[in-house]
């Protein structure tokens, strides 16, 4: 079985293809580690649990992303490091910028007991079930790599990060800053309106709705039904799509142009 690895050393980009038939292969992690110790000791890649739970070995496995402690490999697969990540070396990339997208979206407001002392009463399983799923995400940013979006729009926050907002916004524990003088149900003051305006720019609007990031994450988070929801949340408190307040669809024309007059009866 052979393995072809998108190599990149000091600057240059090449493939290489490794013969790992005589190599003990489960998986194609485990494949990387062993021809890391009996053929190239300068192989560079990310891994941590081994068990699809830290996210770090995500690749791109015939261009499709995945996590490589769960992939096993198949004679011919060429392997290469995540899209618009930088690559540091082979298939190790920077993650720091796509991760930064989450500060742009975490709750910047304090738990109310805890700012007001005015006690919550505690989550129901109703209400923990709404944002349980996206909780899960490992942040292996294989929906960011997968996303058309960022090909052309490098400041689009990208789909985990979106995911994460909904998260937040479905939480009844993150209010608004306010007074206490104006918190007459807390229940009612979740952080909706401060979320919902991180989203706008550079956001819900932007997504195209591919439903290529819900594809490949391993973990079955939605993205996009996430990005759907913010949504329509966003237009029940007033914002709209830009892009189409942006664009003219001209004056009809109901007069002579068409043979038409409204206004000369019938």
Known sequence: MKLTIQRTQEGKSYDETFDVASLKVTTLLAALYEI????????????????????????????????????????????????????????????????????????????????????????????????RLQTDCILCDSCYSACPVLAVNPDFLGPFALTRAWRYFTDPRYIEEVPNESIQNPKSKIQNPVLLDAVQQNGIWDCTLCGECTAVCPQHIDPKSDIMQLRGESLKAGYSDPNLAAQSFGTPDFGGGFGFDPNAGF
């Open 36 to 131: 890391k110790a009996k053929v190239d000791e300068t192989l560079t890649f990310d891994a941590g649990c081994r068990s699809g739970v830290c996210g770090a070995c995500a690749v791109l496995v015939n261009g499709r992303e995945t996590l490589a402690c769960s992939y096993k490999p198949q004679d011919g697969d060429r392997i290469e490091p995540l899209n618009y990540h930088p690559v540091q070396r082979d298939l190790k990339g920077e993650k720091k910028k796509a991760q930064e997208t989450l500060k742009k979206v975490l709750p910047t407001s304090s738990i109310l007991n805890s700012q007001f002392s005015i006690p919550l009463p505690p989550l129901t399983a109703e209400e923990e079930a709404r944002f």
